[in-house]
C-alpha cells in the first residue's frame, strides 16, 4: 500500500522551522569597504544573494507553469501560498532564502533539459533535488540522535516530501500521534506525494519516540519560532485576505535588477553620504540611507532614487 498525503496537510500539521520571511537577507550580510571615524559601518546583504533576487523572479515571470507544480519548503504555506509561483506574486521571495533557492533551482533544471517539455517533470526533479539536499544537510548538521537508522531514514524521506522535516520536539509523543491521525484523515485527497506504507510507519515510531527525549520547553521553543515566521509575513506583506493569490501577477525581474544595481552602488558611496541622506519611509528602520540599506534585502523605492541620486553627483556607474 502506498499513502497518499495531502501537501496542504502535511505543511499545516507538522510543517517545520525554516529559515525564511526576511531573515537570509541580513544573516549572508557582508562589511563594506569601510568604516566612518564615527563607527558607522556598511554591513549590507552578500551581493551573491542579491543577484539570485532577479534570477528567480525571471524564471518565475517566464515559467509559471513550472513553479505552480513545485511546493515552497518555507512557511509562507501557512500563509496561504498553494506552491512556488505564489511566492513571487509579491516581494516574499526576495526576502526568502529557501524560494530563491528553489526557483534558481528550476531555472537550471530548465536550461539543462533546453525548455520546459514538460512542466510537471520538471517540477519533480526540482523537488528531488531539493529533498536530497535538505536530506544531505540534515545528516551533516543535526545532533538528533538516530538518524543514520533506517527509522531516521525513514523519517528524513518522509518528512521531507514538501517542507523541512520538523523537529520532533515541536510537539510530545502524544502530541505527535494526534497531529499525525490527521494528517492521516486527509491521505487519498490528492495524488501529490507518495509515502511507501513501510516508511511511513518507520518515520512515525521515529518521531514520537524521539520527542520523548526533547523537555517541553524545547517544543514551546519550535513553536514559537515558527509563530514568528508566519507573524512577520503578516507584518510585513499583509493579512492574508489581501495577500497575492494565483490572481495576482508574477512580478518581473526589472524593480529588483535596479535594486541590485543600488547595491552595487552603494558599496562605492562614502559611508557618512549614506547615513547622511534622511528618508521618508514608513519602515522605522530606514530612517537614513545607510541604515535602510543595513537592514534587509528589501528596500523601498525612495532608498534606491536616493542611492541612484548620490550615484549621479559622484559620478559613479555600475562598477559590474
Known amino acids: 500500500m502506498r499513502r497518499v498525503l495531502s501537501a496542504g496537510a502535511v505543511l499545516l500539521l ?16 557582508s562589511p563594506g569597504p569601510e568604516t566612518s571615524a564615527s563607527g558607522l559601518q556598511k554591513n549590507f546583504p552578500d551581493l551573491e544573494y542579491l543577484q539570485t533576487i532577479p534570477v528567480a523572479y525571471a524564471t518565475a515571470k517566464d515559467n509559471p507553469e513550472v513553479l505552480e507544480n513545485i511546493a515552497c519548503y518555507c512557511p509562507c504555506m501557512l500563509y496561504g501560498h ?4 505564489d511566492c513571487h506574486r509579491s516581494q516574499h521571495s526576495a526576502a526568502c532564502q529557501v524560494c530563491l533557492d528553489e526557483a534558481v533551482m528550476a531555472g537550471e533544471v530548465i536550461a539543462e533539459r533546453g525548455g520546459v517539455d514538460d512542466p510537471v517533470a520538471i517540477a519533480n526533479e526540482v ?38 522535516p520538523p523537529h520532533p520536539a515541536m510537539y510530545t509523543s502524544e502530541g505527535w500521534r494526534q497531529s499525525l491521525a490527521r494528517m492521516e484523515g486527509y491521505m487519498a485527497q490528492n495524488e501529490l506525494i507518495d509515502i511507501d506504507d513501510a516508511v511511513w510507519n518507520q518515520a512515525v515510531d521515529y518521531i514520537r519516540e524521539t520527542a520523548g527525549q526533547f523537555p517541553a520547553s524545547s517544543g514551546e521553543q519550535y513553536r514559537a519560532s515558527l509563530a514568528s515566521a508566519v507573524e512577520y509575513l503578516v507584518d510585513n506583506e499583509g493579512e492574508a485576505a489581501s495577500y497575492p493569490t494565483n490572481a495576482d501577477p508574477i512580478l518581473g525581474p526589472e524593480w529588483f535588477e535596479r535594486m541590485v544595481n543600488a547595491y552595487r ?10 547615513a547622511a541622506v534622511q528618508l521618508e519611509d514608513p519602515n522605522p528602520a530606514c530612517s537614513n540611507l545607510l541604515a535602510c540599506l543595513n537592514g534587509g534585502a528589501i528596500v523601498s523605492e525612495a532608498a534606491v532614487e536616493a542611492v541612484e541620486a548620490l550615484a549621479a553627483e559622484l559620478n559613479l556607474t555600475d562598477p559590474n
Open 265 to 274: 552602488l552603494a558599496r562605492e558611496i562614502p559611508v557618512d553620504r549614506l
Open 82 to 85: 498553494r506552491a512556488l509561483a
Open 127 to 164: 523537488k528531488s533535488r531539493y529533498r536530497a539536499t535538505i536530506i544531505r544537510n540534515t545528516l551533516q548538521t543535526s545532533d538528533l540522535p538516530g538518524l543514520r537508522t533506517d527509522g531516521g531514514r525513514a523519517y528524513l524521506a518522509a518528512c521531507s516530501s514538501c517542507h523541512q
Open 14 to 29: 507538522v510543517m517545520g522551522v525554516v529559515a525564511c520571511a526576511g531573515d537570509q537577507g541580513a544573516e549572508t550580510a
